[in-house]
């Protein structure tokens, strides 16, 4: 049973679900899913072609949220001084003054980041892993809360860099838009019969209650059981001979946080075993290389997420 603060967690959270579905048409499950990986306290990367709203939704994440927003829009010929900052000489002080970037925000859009190159997308591995920027030798730590939502279009698209796994690994999830189902795409088609509609919406949580429900979803309980069963799963795409290189142990603790922070959204202070494979493949497919020889039957989107369902099925689960 879900204890009486877990539910009324619930209920905040429901609220800010009701914020951004007003906007998402009839992606309840996704939207969820980007609640699931702010409450985790990580970073978000939305993949999908063009034209789905990956865009909308996380401008929309970030209204929703009462703090600093900054959205970057990744091109060919950006520098990491673009995102970062840079060290210049004051005159008049007669010293070295360092001018913040874009990246010095609560929320950042990272908008199409694979249309930039890897010396660039590699700027933000340390500001997405440990929350600062290191400039000529001085450190600046990110505000909090800090959450980076991606945007990318698919590899195979012209003028993209595939970002590598080193910075694949840094995202929390990966999820997929989509296209809308066809009562949401005829409602959409209905509103912008002039044109874009306005779609900004008020924000509902402070920063400093996004830090609180963090904490809180820090504490959702996990048993002994359920982390022999994420061992397990992690194992298992380490030794499969359907994978050529397996998840790892940030891959693993990534599961552990995002089955706690669904376990909260659902009401409850506990994780049961439906919340880690629920949760699993979003939060370890982009993370794992598959092998050339695995074959994938009927499935038309990505193989590497058909792995994961594969390992989930042969994995026992704690009763």
């Known amino acids: 049973m879900a204890n009486a603060g877990a539910a009324a967690t619930a209920e905040r959270l429901e609220k800010l679900k009701n914020n951004i579905t007003s906007v998402i048409r009839g992606k309840d499950e996704l939207v969820e899913l980007c609640i699931v990986a702010l409450l985790a306290r990580g970073h978000l990367l939305l993949e999908d072609v063009p034209g789905v709203g990956k865009t909308t939704l996380a401008s929309t994440i970030a209204d929703s949220l009462h703090g600093l ?4 829009q990744f091109t060919s010929d950006m520098l990491p001084s673009d995102i970062l900052g840079v060290t210049i000489y004051d005159q008049d002080k007669h010293e070295f003054e360092f001018r913040s970037g874009p990246i010095f925000a609560n929320v950042v859009l990272a908008d199409e980041i694979n249309r930039t190159t890897p010396k660039t997308q590699s700027a933000l591995l340390e500001a997405m892993n ?3 920027v290191t400039m000529d030798g001085k450190v600046y730590n990110l505000p909090r809360p800090f959450i980076v939502l991606a945007t990318q279009n698919p590899v195979e698209f012209h003028g993209t860099f595939p970002l590598p796994k080193s910075q694949m690994d840094r995202f929390l999830m990966r999820l997929h838009i989509g296209y809308p189902e066809r009562e949401a795409e005829m409602q959409i088609l209905r509103e912008q019969w ?3 509609v306005e779609t900004h919406v008020e924000p509902v949580l402070e920063a400093e209650e996004m830090i609180e429900l963090q ?3 820090m504490d959702v309980k996990v048993n002994d059981d359920l982390l022999h069963y994420i061992v397990r799963i992690a194992e298992a795409t380490r030794t499969s001979p359907a994978f050529e290189l397996g998840c790892s ?3 693993a603790l990534s599961l552990r946080r995002c089955a706690q922070a669904l376990a909260l959204v659902r009401g409850r202070d506990f ?6 494979k ?3 493949v979003p939060v370890l497919a982009h993370r794992v290389a598959v092998a050339r020889t695995f074959e994938v039957t009927g499935f038309s989107h990505h193989e ?3 792995a994961i369902r594969s390992v989930l099925e042969d994995v026992a689960v704690p009763l």
């Not at 927003?69 to 970057?72: H, L, M, Q, S, V």
């Open 271 to 276: 994780v049961t075993p439906d919340d880690i």
């Open 304 to 306: 590497d997420e058909a």
């Open 130 to 132: 440990v929350n600062r």
């Open 194 to 196: 002039h044109g874009q």
């Open 215 to 217: 904490e809180q979803a």
């Open 278 to 280: 629920e949760i699993a």
């Open 69 to 72: 927003f900054n959205r970057i």
């Open 249 to 251: 142990t940030r891959g």
